[in-house]
């Protein structure tokens, strides 16, 4: 089905297109997903997250990010959630995937998406989350299997980042996406080049002022 959908000539094609250019209500900016079209509050198509007018505040971010440290050194659970195993259940699947899609001739670019660096270096020293190391490992062999890229970013200061380049302990800004994917295109110009502009893609990370809207203007003219 997903094949047909993407068939240039079907009809379709277009109601895919006009899909990846739907805009949020909150400062017209391209979204992606049914609750950032909606609501502004959700996933924008470059992969960065999308929180509505309070997402450009800094202060309400920086408190967020304290809150996501003290729940990662207090919870037994959630995404910040301590473990010393890698489910070989997960694992089976993102194999039955990735054969599938080898199966079908599509490419595929793996990544472990950032952490904020001041969280990420609590759980690698803790001693509580050593899943994160043996997750990327073992994800990483299966891309390998299959011919498939895989990257390790998910310390945000490894591209480039940092703690203010992050809305709080896991979601990422527009400018740290475009820092990923960078370093991503840098690795893998055979693959990337042809749907990429570097020299302006670096041009854009010195300039940008706010990393919460690189693209698009804050809501209400915000500039800060």
């Known amino acids: 089905m997903l094949l047909e959908t993407l068939r240039p000539e079907g009809i379709q094609s277009r109601n895919i297109v006009r899909f990846l250019s739907l805009k949020e209500p909150t400062n017209d900016a391209l979204a992606w997903g049914t609750v950032g079209v909606a609501r502004g509050i959700g996933y924008r198509n470059d992969g960065s997250i999308q929180r509505g007018p309070k997402s450009s505040d800094f202060a309400v971010n920086a408190e967020e990010q304290a809150q996501n440290l003290q729940t990662a050194q207090n919870t037994m659970g959630g995404i910040f959630g301590r473990g010393n195993r890698v489910s070989p259940t997960a694992l089976k699947k993102l194999d039955e995937v990735l054969t599938h899609l080898d199966d079908l001739g599509i490419s595929v670019i793996g990544f472990a998406p950032p952490y904020a660096p001041t969280i990420y270096q609590f759980m690698i020293e803790d001693g509580n989350h050593l899943y994160l190391a043996d997750t990327v490992e073992a994800v990483s062999a299966l ?9 390790d970013i998910s310390n945000a200061a490894w591209v480039g980042g940092n703690d203010e380049e992050m809305y709080d302990g896991s979601h990422v800004t527009e400018l740290l996406m475009i ?10 110009p055979h693959i990337l080049d042809p749907y990429s502009d570097l020299d302006n893609l670096e041009t ?16 209400n003219g915000q500039t800060d």
């Open 179 to 188: 820092r990923s994917y960078i370093y991503m295109l840098r690795e893998l």
């Open 143 to 151: 891309f390998e299997r299959h011919n498939f890229p895989f990257f």
């Open 204 to 219: 854009i990370v010195q300039n940008a002022t706010n990393p919460y809207y690189v693209f698009d203007p804050p809501p």
